[in-house]
């Protein structure tokens, strides 16, 4: 993990991840300057090994100079070494799984925000992310993903923009099992899994921005959403349902489509609005999962050769418009893309610093309804 260990000092996994908790005890001032480690084998009852990973766990900490060794005796805790941020160890690897495609600016909005949050001196960062053509592909990517960090000793934590659900949650708690500090992006843990998060209320934005294009005066309201298995997706097709029934409008089947989660082709959004355009009552407004599908669905719907198509009011979920040229046109909600990449770092970090804590950290962030052309 980048450490500053004599090549000399003979290791293994074990006697590194017992180094590791030594380490930030000493760093934070459990056993003070001076002050006496607990003897080898209360160490080795403690953490579960034996003498002999402790002995070499102890040769790691001494080539740092962390601790001072005499015979006979036992170790002494030497002080703070001169490391900029005392409780973690330069250079550290970090994983960050995310999703999206090249051009997703979301996805990289997050990097620089974690990017913005880790000290350089102190982390590198490598970040992978998925490639496949449908869904389950992709989570098989994840999959061997989640292999590799739970095998890897260079990599103390990753960051995880979550796929899989259900699917891949043995392989998220062996990683953890293996010591690896996890912080869930957007999309939170498997149902039960305590684990630290940071995104936004789904449910309620997709509720208030609904609610809006009612208040607008849309009363016949169509969603498109996408076949993912996350939670962003069903808590805004939620909110969407929260929002008509709230304000006494029926919930019609017939309004909804869903698309494959990857990106689909032109094809599929002339056909979805040719549909809803056929209804014996067409809707005057679309609000799309995200804002990727609320650009192609208004493109589609600006090229029909239905006259009411064109006065579709196309509504998503992002604010990626933000980042493009010439003017913005979606009514959508702002996601704070960059400051939760920076607050899913600073979880990490925290995590880092106190892996033995059993509380875990939800941070939920605002997400404004950004109103454009409404009517």
Known sequence: MGRSIASAVPTSPSATRVAER???????????????????????????????????????????GCLERGVGCRPVAAGVPAIPDAGLVARRNIAVWITGEPDDVGAYSVLQGVQAALNPDQFRVLVASPRGRDLQELIRCE???????????????????????????????????GGKALV??????PVGMKA?????????????????LITAGHTRIAHVTNNEIACTVADRRQGYEDALQESGLTYDPALVRVAPFQKSGEDQYHQFVGELMQLPQPPTAIFAVNDYMALCLRAAADASTVPAAKQ????????????????????????????????????????????????????????????????
């Open 312 to 375: 579709l009011l196309v509504a998503g979920f992002d604010d990626l418009e933000r980042w493009r040229p010439g003017p913005a046109t979606l009514t959508t909600v702002r996601q704070p893309f960059e400051r939760i990449g920076v607050a899913s770092a600073d979880l990490l970090l925290e995590r880092l610093r106190h892996p033995q804590s059993d509380e875990y950290t939800s941070v939920i962030m605002d997400a404004p309804v950004i109103m454009r052309n409404a009517s």
């Open 143 to 177: 999959a061997a993903f989640l292999v590799r960090l739970a095998e890897d000793a260079d990599v103390a934590g990753a960051i995880l923009w979550y796929l899989g659900g259900e699917q891949n949650r043995e392989l998220l708690e062996k990683a953890r099992q």
């Open 196 to 212: 630290d998060f940071v995104g936004i209320d789904n449910r309620r934005a997709a509720r208030q921005l609904v609610a809006r």
């Open 22 to 64: 030594l380490r930030e005890r000493i760093l934070e001032g459990e056993f003070g300057p001076g002050g006496r480690l607990p003897a080898e084998r209360a160490l080795a009852i403690e953490y579960g090994v034996s003498r002999t990973i402790v002995r070499m766990a102890l040769d790691i900490l001494e080539a740092e």
């Open 184 to 189: 869930f992006l957007d999309r939170r843990p």
